[in-house]
């Protein structure tokens, strides 16, 4: 069981919830305890609260509110089974009867389907008026379990719920359809349907619908299968992915001849329950492989993009690195090319050179550099027309101060003279960078 369901994709904690249902709800049928729990979403206490609650009469609250799936008649495989015993006529003589019965089973739904709708214009009937078909369903269990006791353990729900149950578990589906004005049905009641063995069986195998053809419910249930002699037993399951009615046993019959109708039909339609639940798996590996692709497929779609976006980001980065290079470049440029025109204005402003004479004094500048610039300039020249001398020499720093040496002092820049600010022929100033 480990091994299969591993490669059906269980885990190993699904496995165990499977063991754990299968050992508390005796339901021997391990897929069948598989699909219980996959309805409920594997959640291991409701599954089995709600088992339990079937088991003790009380309604699930768990049951499929969803439409009834079509119910479809195979009326060539279809079992039909009457009250007479297993050893009745065999041979030629039986197949020619069974042939009859299916002929006469067709004409008499065909038939009784066409006079119902002609009738049902010039009467009417109290059981096609829409009532509750759960109100319905839980008094005829109230009123059969109150009269007949014990019986197998009837579905709490409606005829639709039972279908969809059915059809999701990939259970058999037993309708048991009753009427208490027909003659064999007490007896049927107080012997077969009260045997241990029929019970555990049926509590075993299937879900057990059961209601009166007296109540919209039952009579609505009895119109769709065309019962026509009760007691009625019919036998639902999916066959061709479709619920299908693959055996009906009309009118009373012992416990024994039940459970040999009940396992013939069980055997032969078996297989199609199996098909249909390894079809389920199949596809449930399937789209659960689908899903793992397409996690995958996102997960590697995902990690491209990022990859991409990160491509994207490196090479906006480096683009913004050369923008910004080149933005700094042309600013330099700009720079330079201002500073050269400012030098040139600079130089022009400062004029020719004093002559030697007692009107002018010769200065030596010293720039940071260490080269010395020499000049003679007239005692009426300005600090303006000094410092324009020393910035227009391609070595000077752009912004600067001139000192002189001894006493260490600043020369402003400004309007004064040079006689006024105090130099002397052949002083030594020294011109400082603000920006070193």
């Known amino acids: 069981m480990d091994l299969e369901d591993n490669a059906l994709g269980l885990t190993q904690e699904q496995t165990d919830k499977i063991l754990q249902f299968q050992d508390l709800t005796g339901i021997e049928d391990m897929s069948i305890c598989r699909d219980v729990l996959q309805r409920h979403q594997w959640d291991l206490e409701v599954a089995i609260q709600e088992q339990l609650n079937i088991r003790e009469g009380r309604p699930s609250v768990f049951a499929t509110e969803a439409r009834a799936p079509t119910v479809v008649h195979d009326h060539i495989a279809q079992h039909i089974f009457t009250d007479e015993g297993p050893d009745g006529p065999g041979g030629v003589t039986g197949l020619l009867r069974y042939v009859v019965n299916l002929v006469v089973s ?28 759960l109100d319905d369903v839980m008094g005829f269990i109230t009123s059969y379990t109150s009269k007949y006791n014990p019986h197998p353990v009837f579905y709490q729900g409606t005829y639709a719920q039972a279908l969809n ?22 007896n049927f009641c107080r012997t077969t349907l009260a045997d241990p063995i029929v019970i555990q069986y049926i509590n075993t195998h299937a879900l057990f619908w059961g209601c009166s053809v007296e109540s919209p419910e039952g009579w609505r249930v009895a119109q769709s299968v065309g019962g026509r002699r009760y007691p009625l037993l019919c036998v639902l399951c999916v066959r061709d992915h479709r619920m299908t009615v693959v055996a009906r046993s009309e009118g009373s019959c012992s416990s024994q001849q039940l459970l040999q109708r009940l396992r013939r039909v069980v055997a032969d339609n078996d ?33 491209d993009q990022e990859k ?16 910004d290079s080149m933005e700094r470049r042309l600013q330099l440029e700009r720079h330079e090319q201002e500073v050269i025109e400012a030098r040139a204005a600079a130089a022009a402003r400062v004029g020719v050179e004093a002559g030697a004479g007692a009107g002018a004094l010769a200065l030596l500048v010293r720039l940071p550099c260490g080269e010395r610039l020499t000049r003679r300039f007239r005692l009426a020249d300005t ?24 006493p260490k002092r600043v020369l402003e820049r400004g309007s004064q003279n040079l006689l006024e600010v105090g130099l002397k ?9 603000i920006n070193a």
Do not use: G, W
Not at 165 to 186: C, G, M, P, W
Not at 310 to 321: D, F, H, S
């Open 271 to 303: 297989p199609h329950l199996a098909a249909a639940r390894a079809d389920r798996v199949e596809r449930e590996v399937t789209a659960r492989l689908r899903a793992s692709q397409d996690e995958a497929y996102l997960e590697s779609l995902a990690a």
């Open 425 to 433: 022929d052949r002083d030594v100033l020294f011109v400082n960078d």
């Open 165 to 186: 149950d059915a059809k999701n578990e990939l259970r058999f589906l037993i309708v048991y359809l009753h009427s208490e004005s027909a003659t064999e049905t007490q």
């Open 383 to 406: 600090t303006d027309v000094l410092y324009d001398f020393v910035f227009s020499h391609p070595q000077a720093p752009e912004e600067f101060e001139i000192t002189t040496n001894f």
């Open 106 to 133: 067709m004409c008499y739904n065909t038939i009784s389907s066409v006079l119902n709708l002609l009738l049902s214009f010039v009467r009417n009937d109290d059981r096609r008026l829409a009532t509750d078909p």
């Open 308 to 323: 991409e976006r990160q491509r994207a980001a490196a090479r906006e980065y480096e683009n913004q690195l050369r923008r």
